[in-house]
């Protein structure tokens, strides 16, 4: 594999090297600064010259994440990479996947487009919020999950008399694969939607009184939609709740409204660092999966098995 090459952006350069390292490549050479104006500079201190490059950089914010990732796809192109992937372990922006009010962007479509043109032949992503949005890309993508490294953690616990939560409809299909590969039920939580960031909880559909319950979901950003699933469960009658949330945004003061909930564990992934270590949320690491997606993309091997969430039909 002496032409396959792995390079990290700055965005969340421990998760790389976990990577690299699980792979057994050492992370490629590359210069990154900013400019006393704060502009992006980037060289490849590698020879990259008819290699298949994978770039490892999340676009969590600030914006310069995103503008990094696409300067670094840029210089590879010019540098003659035979083949270049983003490897894009949260993928920002993805809420603003539709136009659900008049006069707004559609901005994970221009992202994908940004990527596309800078000059990316695939992307690895993982948990994207909306799995539409793998069809804005004009390129190849794999979409992988980190249900496996969660649902071993969870079968591990062996926590009896469990449910596992959707916290809204769109979550469904991957709440449904949780219940299946742990043998529990599934509940879901009609919630209604103010304002951007504002969650009012409606309805709790199925029975959660008297049973143990698991929320899964693809980000904690302010954590107001998660503290109000878990309010809404504990008056319906849950005892112990956990949590299992790919992305920890976690921005504003959402570290302090989890640790003042009822929840009695949140589980994580290092798709973005950690802002804050809390006893209350937990860090699993997904460098495997991707490790693993890397090599099998460059050997031009199937995948299929790291994204094979269910097999049944939403």
């Not at 996947?97 to 008049?102: E, M, T």
């Not at 991707?290 to 269910?310: M, Y």
Request: aromatic share 6%; glycine share 6%.
């Amino acid at each position: 594999m002496s032409d396959l090459k792995i390079f990290s952006g700055r965005a969340n350069r421990p998760l790389s090297e976990k990577i690299a390292r699980t792979a057994g490549i050492p992370l490629g050479r590359i210069d990154i600064r900013n400019f006393s104006d704060g502009e992006i500079w980037v060289k490849y201190s590698d020879n990259i010259r008819g290699d298949d490059v994978f770039i490892v950089q999340s676009t969590q914010p600030p914006g310069d994440n995103l503008l990094e990732l696409l300067i670094l796809i840029d210089a590879a192109r010019r540098a003659s990479a035979r083949r270049i992937t983003a490897v894009i372990p949260y993928f920002g922006y993805a809420r603003q996947d539709r136009k659900d009010q008049p006069r707004v962007s559609v901005t994970a479509k221009l992202v994908a487009n940004l990527i596309t043109e800078a000059g990316a032949d695939r992307v690895i992503t993982m948990d994207l919020h909306a799995a539409q949005i793998q069809g804005f890309f004009d390129i190849p993508l794999d979409h992988l999950y980190a249900s496996a490294v969660f649902s071993d953690y969870f079968r591990e616990k062996n926590i009896p008399n469990l449910a596992v939560v959707s916290p809204d409809i769109g979550g469904l299909k991957i709440a449904r694969s949780y219940a299946r590969r742990l043998g529990a039920e599934l509940v879901l939580i009609d919630k209604r939607r103010p304002k951007a960031n504002e969650v009012e909880v409606m309805n709790i559909i199925g029975n959660a009184n008297g049973k143990n319950v698991l929320i899964v979901d693809d980000l904690i950003d302010t954590a107001g939609t998660f503290v109000n699933a878990v309010k809404a469960l504990r008056a319906a009658g849950a005892q112990e709740i956990y949590g299992a949330c790919t992305h920890p945004i976690l921005s504003g003061k959402a570290v302090q409204r989890v640790n003042d909930s009822e929840v009695t564990s949140v589980v994580v992934t290092d798709s973005i660092p950690l802002r804050e270590a809390t006893p209350k949320i937990q860090l699993r690491s997904v460098a495997k999966i991707f490790a693993e997606a890397i090599i099998r993309t460059h050997n031009n091997q199937s995948i299929s098995s790291l994204f094979d969430v269910d097999k049944d039909k939403v």
